[in-house]
C-alpha cells in the first residue's frame, strides 16, 4: 500500500473500500499510478471522466473560465449558465432547465418538483413516487427511497414515506400501482445499475401513455444512458417519447 493511501486510512471515512491503487495522472483514455504504471481506464470516474483525462479542449476551457470569473451562484445571471441552458434546452427539446450539483441532488429536484405539481393540481394527498425494483436515483434519503435496492436502503431506515417500487417490464403492475396519489413514475429507459436492461420501447411507451391518462408525471432518470450514449443525445430520444421532468448528470 502507498504512502498516500496510508494517509487515506486514517483521514478519510472507508465508505468505498478504495482499491489499492494511487493514480497520479491521466491522459486520455491512460490512468497512472504513483509507480508509473499505466491503465487503461474502463471506469471513466464512475463515467464522469466522458471526454477522457487532461483533455485539452476541456482544460482550456476551464482555465480560460476560472481566469475571468469562477462562480456567483444561482442568485446572479452569468453567460456561460444561459449558454448551457440554451444548448441543453435546444438538444432535449424541453423547456427550462434547473442546475444542480450531482444525479441525486437533480432527482431530488425531480421529486419535489413532481410533488409540488401534483399537489397544486390534486391536493396534499398526490405526492406518492413510483419506480421500479432494481433501479438507482441516487444516495440521499428522497432518492435512496425512490432506488429499488433494499440492501441499500436497509441501514438508513426510516427512509421518506410515499414511495413505491414496481417490476420493470411490467405494465400491469404499474397500472395498478398508479392511482391518484401518484404524483409521478420515475425510471431509467436503460436501467443501469439492475443490470444494463434496456427496457422495451413498447414499454416505456405504455408507461407514456398510462401517464398522460392519468394525469401523472414521468421522470426520466437519463443520467447513466443520457448524453449521447446512446446515439442520441437523450435515452427517451430513441423512442420518440417525451418526458414531463428528466435529470442528467455525468456529461
Known sequence: MSHV?????????????????TFVSGDGVRLFDDNGKSYLDCLGGLAVVAVGHANPAVTKAVADQVAVLTHTSNLFHTEPQVE???????????????????????NEAAIKLARRY???????????IVS?????????????????QPAK?????????????????????????????VAAVMLEVIQGEGGVIPWSADYVRDVRSLCDESGT????????????????WFSWQDLNIEPDIASVAKA
Request: hydrophobic share 40%; proline share 5%.
Open 5 to 21: 493511501a496510508d494517509r487515506s486510512s486514517v483521514v478519510i471515512m472507508d465508505t468505498y473500500g478504495p482499491r489499492p491503487r
Open 84 to 106: 448551457l441552458a440554451e444548448k441543453l434546452v435546444a438538444l432535449s427539446e424541453m423547456d427550462r432547465v434547473f442546475f444542480a450539483n450531482c444525479r441525486a441532488t437533480a
Open 132 to 148: 421500479l425494483n432494481d433501479s438507482f436515483h441516487g444516495r440521499t434519503l428522497a432518492t435512496l427511497a425512490a432506488t429499488g
Open 153 to 181: 436502503q436497509a441501514t438508513f431506515a426510516p427512509l421518506p414515506v410515499g414511495f413505491d417500487q414496481v417490476p420493470g417490464g411490467d405494465i400491469d403492475a404499474m397500472a395498478e400501482a398508479v392511482d391518484e396519489s
Open 217 to 232: 408525471l414521468l421522470i426520466i432518470d437519463d443520467v447513466q444512458a443520457g448524453m449521447g450514449r446512446t446515439g442520441n
Open 118 to 128: 401534483g399537489q397544486a393540481r390534486s391536493g396534499p394527498d398526490r405526492y406518492r
